[in-house]
């Protein structure tokens, strides 16, 4: 755990992408099995233990100090962990310090129940100085939080032992931690895994934002960006299975998409909700309203499969029957998707249309006229583009429908964690439900935390310091005297505000420092938004 | 007679001494300051006139010019103002110069520390506990989780890094007035004699140190050096200037910065801070609470900083505490 611990620190502190690669490969190197295979894990996917969850930490944490005095650490830190791994209460003289080993405090932890939680976490906690408590903590509770990504973790060990970060990617999803399979073929040269019969997840190619640039269309094809959730569809060895955009397995969530696929393949697309929204061949799709509410479920009522029928609008193929077309250019994959078509019944798959445009100048007034709330803009693909995981400048871009604005007014800021730790950079802030001069009240629209700059942060994280006027726990409420320019996608109807309204993606446009909060908008004027 | 303690008032912009018409570290221009030490969030220049020791004073002067007005008050003197209100200028051990302020009126005494620590400082006298009847104390670092680590482990922990690196420099972001100087003299204490190079911004402060008797060692200027001869030496910058321009002058820097904050993980990340050292001038929570006990005043007034933990900690141990709200006093580089 030691070893484990300074390498945490020291990619905390680390800002050289270089340097993170060359410390997590020298650890990947010079650490036995599984030791390292489970930090691995930890780094790339995060590890999950049922028993312990970050209530747990904090349960045992005000159970030896002032509860009060817990909650204000906490909140000025910003990370539960490391508020438990600086305030954990030094272990009797007498106590067992010999550190866990990563595979020992693992197998400790899986072992632990909830109840049996109360009493091995601490034992374990003993036996570490604070950056361990920091480390241990951190890898029980999943996300690390340090700044390294999932791919950044796997092209270390790519870098670690001279292999190709691809071969990673691919055999990574058909694998479990402690990954034995993995460190056997990249560090001791034996057999790669063998996956092919594996229902495994290929890791997305996915788009940078078109903002200035301007394609040719004679290079590029048009497509709608639909608004659902992207999934990969992957069937092999007799199985289907449904995968989110992070790699989860969202099968369970839709079952009618299991029994409708019935040769080997690897496809992409937006999966939708049946309605008379967004079109399509084979007809529409209803908004992410009601695609919402078969998100998130472990299992799906009869009632809900009937109401919220769900089918996938497929972009491209990966895999097919036992042809990898990863490497084609997109044209020809396209051919090869449309050819698929006869087999996939209409009930539960169409086409995603290309969207025909001479030039860039017509595609763009084309974008312009779709006002359908369903359609999130456009997607430009490159006509001979493989299929890549994960960014690749000059292929793939999306083009988003410029955003709705509305002037907001801040009501109440909460502190942020992780890189915002101890800022108030979560602000919730509303409209006028009448004429403010008349007396009328602000109603919370909606909260945002992105959009602005570290200066900006730093300024209104000042602003909210110095003009608190109430507090809720962790919530300041502050003087209503600063107007925001929100920037949303779209506007609903929603119980979730008292306002009656919720944005989807609202994130700050601009600080209007120089705007009397009187001339913020009203409600009605954000409910005149509303497309659908 | 008036209410107990009804002649002093803490106010947004300072602590006002209301027989006397005086303010303790007003964030605006009065008539007549009583000022604890020469930090910007307490001494401010354009008073009528200014009551601090020599030292603060001598700060103020290169700071903000204040020389007209200025009244030095030198540790243990007592200067008697109008209205009956004695003030006594106590050792702090924040900074250089830097004081309590012990103020006595119809029998009874309020101490107001300003900014202080209990740790030794060789750049500046030891704090002196000084009994009185309400104690106002700051709370910058007034959260359990703050603890500072003996710094002779951080100095090791620099001087380490200094010698994994002969190639490379480490720069230490420090406050311009007391921190960089203690860690400078900390260095020379823990046996580093090379010469530190410091920013430009720095020179007049730790000359003003040297004039008072404290010993820098050799110092130098960054600006009249290469970037070779800067490899494997010290610099020392203000916090603002680690990740300016002005840093790409040097040899691949190892970003370092003393401050008690660093305790806090995503507090340096958020810095960009590749050595964190967590060296501070303000109390950690043990000697803020320690400190409590010991002068165990009838009445605790708590300011600046994390206020709602040590009132809360109060309220734990039976002590009476109240938070003042005062404007501006937030040191987020220290």
Redesign the interface.
């Known amino acids: 755990m030691e070893q484990f611990a300074t390498l945490i620190?020291a990619l905390?502190?680390?800002?050289s992408r270089n340097e993170k690669l060359r410390l997590i490969a020298e650890y990947l190197r010079g650490t036995p099995d599984p030791d390292r295979g489970w930090a691995l894990a930890a780094l790339a996917d995060g590890l999950d233990f049922p028993a312990v969850k970050s209530s747990t930490i904090r349960n045992l944490l005000k159970d030896r100090?002032?509860p009060?005095?817990w909650t204000?650490?906490r909140d000025?830190?910003?990370?539960t962990a490391?508020?438990a791994s600086?305030?954990w209460p030094p272990p009797l003289e007498d106590t067992e310090r010999t550190p866990p080993t990563v595979s020992e405090a693992v197998d400790a932890l899986t072992a632990m129940t909830r109840k049996s939680v109360l009493t091995e976490l601490p034992e374990l906690l003993d036996r570490l100085d604070p950056s361990g408590r920091?480390a241990l903590l951190k890898l029980a509770t999943g996300g690390m939080r340090i700044?390294v990504s999932s791919r950044l973790a796997k092209t270390a060990l790519a870098q670690a032992f001279d292999v190709s970060v691809e071969d990673v990617e691919e055999y990574w999803h058909g694998l479990t931690a402690p990954y034995p399979e993995l460190f056997a073929w990249a560090a001791d040269g034996q057999a790669p895994p063998d996956i092919e019969n594996l229902p495994t997840f290929r890791p997305f190619m996915l788009a940078h934002p078109l903002e200035e640039t301007v394609v040719d269309m004679a290079q590029y094809a048009a497509e709608w960006k639909w608004d659902g959730i992207r999934v990969q569809l992957v069937r092999a060895g007799e199985e289907t299975r449904v995968y989110s955009r992070s790699g989860d397995d969202i099968s369970a969530t839709f079952p009618e998409l299991l029994e409708v696929l019935d040769f080997p393949a690897v496809l992409d697309g937006e999966l939708l909700v049946r309605g008379a929204h967004q079109g399509g061949e084979a007809g529409g799709a209803a908004s992410f309203n009601a695609l919402q509410q078969r998100l998130g479920r472990k299992t799906v009522s009869k009632k809900m499969l009937a109401e919220y029928p769900a089918f996938v609008r497929l972009y491209d193929v990966l895999l097919h029957d036992g042809k990898d077309c990863r490497a084609l250019p997109w044209e020809q994959r396209r051919e090869q998707l449309e050819a698929l078509m006869p087999r996939l019944p209409d009930s539960h798959f169409d086409l995603s249309e290309v969207v025909a445009a001479d030039s860039f100048a017509q595609l763009a007034t084309i974008r312009e006229g779709a006002r359908d709330d369903a359609i999130e803009g456009l997607m430009l693909k490159r006509r001979d583009s493989p299929y890549i995981a994960g960014r690749r400048v000059g292929y793939w871009y999306k083009w988003k429908r410029d955003p709705l604005l509305i002037d907001c007014v801040l009501m109440y800021a909460q502190r942020g964690s992780?890189?915002?730790?101890?800022f108030f950079s979560d602000y919730t802030f509303g409209c006028w439900n009448g004429d403010p001069d008349a007396g009328a009240e602000l109603l919370p629209v909606g909260k945002a935390y992105s959009g602005f700059t570290d200066e900006e942060l730093k300024k209104i994280d000042k602003h909210v310091?110095?003009n608190t006027t109430n507090r809720f726990g962790p919530v300041r409420e502050t003087e209503k005297i600063l107007v925001f320019e929100v920037a949303f996608d779209s506007v609903h109807e929603s119980k979730r505000h008292k306002s009656g309204l919720a944005m989807r993606f609202p994130r700050i446009h601009r600080i209007r420092w120089d705007k009397p909060a009187h001339e913020a908008d009203r409600i009605e004027a954000l409910r005149a938004l509303i497309r659908d | 007679m008036a209410a107990p303690f009804s002649w002093i008032r803490p106010e947004p912009h300072g602590i006002h001494i209301v027989p006397a018409d005086c303010w303790v570290d007003p964030s605006k221009p009065v008539d007549r300051a009583l000022v604890t030490h020469g930090h910007a969030d307490h001494a401010r220049g354009g008073h009528g006139q200014t009551v601090a020791t020599p030292e603060t004073l001598a700060i103020m002067d290169l700071r903000y010019n204040t020389r007209e007005g200025a009244t030095p008050v030198a540790y243990g003197e007592t200067i008697r103002m109008p209205g009956g209100v004695d003030a006594t200028y106590i050792p702090a051990g924040h900074v250089l110069g830097s004081a309590q302020i012990l103020l006595e009126h119809a029998g009874e005494k309020v101490v107001v520390t300003g900014d202080y620590k209990r740790r030794p400082d060789p750049t500046c006298p030891p704090f002196e506990v000084t009994p009185c009847d309400i104690f106002i104390t700051e709370a910058t670092f007034g959260l359990p989780l703050f603890t500072h680590p003996p710094i002779a482990e951080e100095m090791r922990k620099l001087l380490d890094r200094l010698a994994a690196h002969p190639d490379r420099c480490v720069l230490v972001g420090a406050y311009a007035l007391g921190k960089a100087q203690r860690v400078i003299a900390e260095l020379r204490a823990a046996g580093h004699h090379q010469p530190i190079y410091l920013h430009g911004a720095m020179e007049k402060m730790c000359r003003l140190y040297e004039e008072h008797g404290v010993a820098l060692g050799e110092l130098r200027l960054v600006a009249d050096h290469t970037k070779d001869d800067l490899r494997g030496h010290v610099v020392v910058c203000p916090p603002s200037a680690l990740n300016d321009r002005w840093s790409r002058r040097l040899p691949e820097p190892i970003t370092a910065m003393a401050s008690g904050w660093m305790r806090v993980r995503q507090r340096a990340r958020q810095r960009n801070v590749e050595l964190p050292l967590v060296i501070s001038d303000h109390a950690d929570w043990g000697e803020l609470t320690r400190t409590i006990e010991e002068v165990d005043a009838q009445e605790n007034w708590i300011t600046h900083g994390r206020e709602e933990a040590l009132l809360r900690w109060c309220q734990l141990h039976q002590r009476r505490a109240r938070a003042l709200a005062l404007v501006g006093y937030e040191d987020e580089d220290d």
């Open positions: 620190d905390v502190y680390t800002r100090l002032d009060v005095l204000l650490s000025f830190v910003g990370d490391e508020t600086l305030l920091y700044g992780g890189k915002r730790s101890s310091r110095q």
